[in-house]
């Protein structure tokens, strides 16, 4: 299983930027898939998550704000975050989980940087 996100980039405060996280693989065996995020010095931090039959959560922090959606045809999870603050700044990072092969899959972070 191998996750490819994209989608980063710098935007001013109350901008929008829409992460894309693109599985492929033995895609069969994945079941929730989750953005995580981790700023410089801070831990990595659960961001929203998104089961197979859709059900979400997301952190305190960016409720109201961000939305997680995947579209199972495309094998594609994403990430739309609004109104982006500067404590939104880190490098995301999109996971797969495999209660079948009882792992977790990471992908390699994107970058979201947010000016004031």
């Known amino acids: 299983v191998q996750l490819q996100a994209s989608g980063g980039g710098s935007v001013q405060a109350g901008g929008s930027l829409r992460l894309s996280c693109v599985v492929s693989g033995s895609i069969f065996v994945i079941d929730d898939m989750a953005w995580y995020r981790q700023a410089p010095g801070k831990q990595r931090e659960l961001v929203a998550g998104i089961s197979s039959r859709g059900e979400t959560n997301y952190a305190d922090s960016v409720k109201g704000r961000f939305t997680i959606s995947r579209d199972n045809d495309k094998d594609t999870v994403y990430l739309q975050m609004n109104s982006l603050k500067p404590e939104d700044t880190a490098v995301y990072h999109c996971?797969?989980?495999?209660?079948?092969?009882?792992?977790?899959?990471w992908g390699q972070g994107t970058l979201v940087t947010v000016s004031s």
């Open positions: 996971k797969a989980r495999s209660p079948l092969l009882r792992a977790d899959f």
